[in-house]
């Protein structure tokens, strides 16, 4: 009898150590595929060599340099947490910060973009032309992403179509209007020179505007950002100069639902103070 219950739970601890696996599988093929997913949007963005899979080991590796900092040096589970987290954000983040930065310079380099195409219409060049020569004379990104456009158009897609196409990619209003104006002009027969002249002068206004009032929400949006980064290097500063205090201070679990409440908290008053200095272009 002894024998047969013993082996029951032999099966039954066998039965939950598989299942536990395969669930635990399932769980990480999702992780991995989801964060390849996105890592593989960013370096397409960004036309980088980089895989996909190389930020993944990056992510991980910083997630485990971290973490064994956090424990040499005595920082406690608070800590560990904490030096874990930035770990496997890390890379993520720098993507995010390449890629937000390549977008305002592509933004910043549209008007001057939209210019030369006006120009170039206006000395009987074609709209194919036209982004030829913004292609070969203007600087990345907007030289990748305009050479890009005519790439699809060798492969049969009308310009505006591919145009439209860069438009979603950057999600550019800017290029929205571009499209727009090209599809009317197609369809009335209008002067297209005259039409980016007019959409690059409306650009050059609202930008001028648009850094008017940023640089009167300046004060604002940087108590938005003391707001945010104030509070974080507190705690890595408590958890670095006196582990121990930490722990007995955010290592129970009423330390833990204080910090999680905290953090709810300032992030709610940075998103508000974020909207309420927010400049729509």
Known sequence: MSYAILGLLGLSAFAAVFAG?????????????????????DLDYLYSDMQADQVLILSMLATVLLALVALLSGMGSVGLVVMVAIGYAAPRAILAQLRSRRSRRFELQLVD??????????VGLNL???????????ESPISEEFGLVL????LGAPIEQ???TLARRMKSEDLDLVVTAISVAHQTGGDLGEIFQNISLQIRERNRVARKL??????GRLQGLLVAIVPPLLLFWTVVGDPSRAVAHYGTPLGLAMLTLVAIL????????????????
């Open 21 to 41: 696996l395969r669930i635990s599988t399932r769980r990480y093929r999702a992780f991995r595929s989801g964060f390849l997913g996105r890592a593989a949007r």
């Open 162 to 164: 591919a145009i439209g």
């Open 128 to 138: 194919h032309q036209a982004v030829r020569t913004v292609v070969d004379e203007m």
């Open 151 to 154: 790439h699809e158009t060798r």
């Open 214 to 219: 940023k640089s009167m929400t300046s004060a």
């Open 113 to 122: 973009g939209i210019t030369t195409i006006a120009s170039c219409l206006r």
């Open 266 to 281: 300032y992030l709610l008053a940075f998103v508000a103070i974020r909207q309420l200095t927010r400049v729509e272009s």
